[in-house]
C-alpha cells in the first residue's frame, strides 16, 4: 500500500505540469473543465496506474473546480482505476469480434499463467488482469492493451513472451526521455 | 482492382511524416479552397459529391454541413468523431495512424468551409498512442504555415487539438461525445436543439467521422462530380470496410460502393474466404449495432438478387430479411460460431456501455444480458427467448439517444435469423454447456 502513502502527497511532477499546462491551453478561457480527461490519463500514468481521492482532489485544485466534478467524471469513465493496481494492467479485449478470434482461450490462459483471475493482481504484483470491451483491434484479434501499447494476434506462446517482456521492463510515462 | 481515393498512398515509407505527404500530393486540398475557393463553394462541392456520413448513419456530409447556424458574435466549431468503439470497426483508427495529415489535411479543409477558427480531433482514449501520432503531425503542420495564424497567406486561422476520450462507447453519439469535450460524464443530450444550433460550448458545432472528414481533401481536390462517378446510385465514392471474423484476411480494405457481397467475402482481394476451410454461417455487416444475417441472406436479398457492399443494397428487406452498411464494420461467423454466445457477448457489451440515463435502455440491457447468459450457461426456459424479443422491443425508440436501438436490434436480429439455435441450447442444456459444443442442423430434426 506504499502507493497510497505517497499519493497523501500529491505533487505533480514539471514533466506532468508542463502537459497539464499544455492541454489546459488548448480549450477557450474559462472552459478549463474541459481538460479533466487528459488531465485524468496524465495523473493515473504519474501516480502507479490508478487515481486516488486525493488526486482526483488535486486535479480539481488545479482546474479550479468542485472536487465532485472530477469525482463524476473519474467514475464514469472506464479507463481509470480506482484502485491501486499492479506494475502492468493487462486489459484483455472479449467483445464478439474478439471472441471469434479466440479471446475466451487467452483469458482462461492468462488466467493460468498468472494464478489469478480477472479483476485480481498476480501474487507477485506484476500483473493485474482485467477485461475490457472493443478496443477498436478486430482484425488483429485476440489482443490486449497494457498502458498505450496494443499487443495483438496473441497466442500461448506470445503472450508468455508479451509477460516476461513486461515483468523485465522499466515503466515509463509519456513526458519522459526515451518513452 | 477498385481505385483507392483514401488509402492510396498509405504503404509508402514515412508517410506519416509532412514532407513525404506533400510530396505525394498532400495539402493540395488546402491550397485549392484557401485560395481560390469560398467556403460557401466547398460546401458546395462536399454536398455534390453525395458523401454520406462514415462514422454509421449514413447522413449526407454536405447536407449536414449546411444546416450549421451562422449567428453573429459566436464561434463555431468542427469536432471530428475519433471515438471508434463500434465493435468490429477499426477503419478510423488505421486510417489515423497511417495516415495522419490526410486527417489533417480534411480538418483544415473543412473547418475552412465551416467557418471554424479552432477545432477539435476527440479521439477514444485507448488510442493514446494514436493521439501522440497526430500531435506530431499536427506540430508538422503548424511547422509548415498550414495551421495557424494566417495559413498560406490567406487571411484564414485555424488552431487543431486532439483531445482525448476515456473509455466510453458511448462518447461516440455526438452530443454525448461534446458533453465529454466540456469535461463532463458522457450522457446524450436531448435534440432538438441539434449541434449545428447548440453544440460544443452552446456554439454552432459540426461532428464529422474520421473518414467523412478524410474523403473531403480527395473530394475538393478531384472535384465532386469525379467522386461521384463512382459507386453506385446514393452510394458514391469509396468506402473502408472493417473486415474480421473468422476469415483469411482480416484487415482494413477500400471499397468502391457497390462491390458484391459475395466477392467482398471470397476474393483474395479482399477477406480471401472462410478460415481452416470451414462454411459460412453468418455476417455482421456493418458493426454489432446492425443485424446479424445468416449466410444465404447476406449474399443474395430475399428476392435472389446478388446483395451489394451498398446502402441500399445491404438494408434491402428491411430488419425482416435485410441488415445496414453502418460504420462497415463487417465480420464474418464460420459455422463453429455459437450464435448465443456471440450475441451475449454483444448484449454485455451494450449494458457495459449504457449510459444509465434512459431507464429502458440501462434496465433493459442489464435484462437482455442476464437472460442470454442464463440460456448460454444452460439454464434458460422456452419462454425466456420471447422475454428477449419483448424487452428488445421495450429499449427500441423508447430513449434519447440510438445506443438503445443499437443495443436491441442485435438481440432481436439473432432470435429473428437464429431462433433454432437459442431453442437448442434451451432443449440440451447439457450439450449446449460442454465445452466446444455448437449447434448444428442436424440437432433440431432430432429435437
Known sequence: MDQTVENKKVEFSEGAMAEIRRYISHYPEGRQKSAILPILHIAQAEFGGWVSPEVMDKVAEILDIQPIEVYEVATFYTMFNLKPVGKHVLEVCRTGPCMLRGSDQLIEHLENRLGCKVGETSADGNFTLKTVECLASCGTGPMLQVREKFYENLDAASANQMLEDLKASTVRKPWEENY | ?447
Request: glycine residues 12%; proline residues 5%; aromatic residues 10%.
Open chain 2, 1 to 447: 482492382m477498385g481505385r483507392k481515393l483514401l488509402t492510396e498512398h498509405i504503404n509508402v515509407e514515412g508517410i506519416q511524416t509532412f514532407d513525404v505527404y506533400r510530396k505525394h500530393g498532400g495539402y493540395a486540398s488546402v491550397e485549392k479552397a484557401l485560395k481560390t475557393m469560398t467556403p460557401e463553394e466547398v460546401v458546395e462541392e462536399v454536398k455534390a459529391s453525395g458523401l454520406r456520413g462514415r462514422g454509421g448513419a449514413g447522413f449526407p456530409t454536405g447536407m449536414k454541413w449546411s444546416f450549421l447556424a451562422k449567428p453573429e458574435g459566436k464561434p463555431r466549431y468542427l469536432v471530428c468523431n475519433a471515438d471508434e468503439s463500434e465493435p468490429g470497426t477499426f477503419k478510423d483508427r488505421y486510417l489515423m495512424e497511417k495516415l495522419p495529415h490526410l486527417l489533417i489535411e480534411g480538418m483544415i479543409t473543412s473547418s475552412f468551409a465551416l467557418g471554424a477558427r479552432t477545432s477539435y480531433i476527440y479521439i477514444r482514449g485507448e488510442l493514446l498512442y494514436v493521439l501522440r501520432i497526430l500531435e506530431k503531425a499536427i506540430a508538422e503542420a503548424y511547422a509548415n504555415g498550414f495551421l495557424g495564424e494566417n495559413i498560406l497567406g490567406s487571411g484564414y486561422s485555424l488552431d487543431l487539438h486532439v483531445h482525448p476520450g476515456g473509455g466510453a462507447y458511448i462518447c461516440g453519439e455526438e452530443t454525448a461525445l461534446l458533453e465529454s469535450l466540456e469535461g463532463k460524464r458522457g450522457n446524450p443530450r436531448n435534440k432538438p436543439p441539434f449541434p449545428a444550433v447548440w453544440g460544443l460550448y452552446g456554439c454552432p458545432t459540426v461532428v464529422n467521422n474520421v473518414e467523412s472528414i478524410a474523403t473531403v481533401p480527395w473530394i475538393v481536390t478531384n472535384g465532386a462530380a469525379e467522386y461521384a462517378k463512382i459507386g453506385v446510385g446514393r452510394s458514391t465514392g469509396t468506402k473502408l470496410i472493417s473486415a474480421g471474423g473468422n476469415i483469411n484476411k482480416p484487415g482494413v480494405y477500400e471499397i468502391e460502393l457497390g462491390v458484391p457481397v459475395e466477392e467482398f467475402i471470397y476474393s483474395d482481394e479482399y477477406c480471401g474466404g472462410i478460415w481452416k476451410g470451414r462454411d459460412m454461417k453468418a455476417v455482421i455487416a456493418g458493426g454489432s449495432s446492425v443485424p446479424i444475417l445468416p449466410k444465404e441472406l447476406i449474399l443474395k436479398t430475399a428476392a435472389g438478387e446478388d446483395r451489394l457492399m451498398t446502402y441500399e443494397s445491404l438494408s434491402d428487406g428491411g430488419f425482416a430479411t435485410g441488415t445496414m452498411l453502418g460504420s462497415g464494420g463487417f465480420f464474418v461467423m464460420d459455422d463453429q460460431t455459437c450464435i448465443v454466445r456471440h450475441t451475449w457477448t454483444l448484449a454485455r457489451f451494450y449494458h457495459h456501455e449504457s449510459c444509465g440515463q434512459c431507464s429502458p435502455c440501462r434496465e433493459g440491457t442489464g435484462w437482455m444480458e442476464k437472460v442470454l447468459h442464463r440460456i448460454e450457461y444452460g439454464h434458460g426456459q422456452m419462454h425466456d427467448i420471447d422475454l428477449l424479443v419483448s424487452v428488445a422491443k421495450q429499449i427500441e425508440g423508447n430513449t434519447i439517444c440510438p445506443l438503445g436501438d443499437a443495443a436491441a436490434w442485435p438481440v432481436a436480429a439473432a432470435i429473428r435469423h437464429f431462433r433454432d439455435e437459442f431453442e437448442w441450447h434451451v432443449k440440451h442444456p447439457e450439450r449446449a454447456t460442454a465445452p466446444g459444443a455448437v449447434y448444428n442442423k442436424a440437432d433440431s430434426v432430432l429435437a
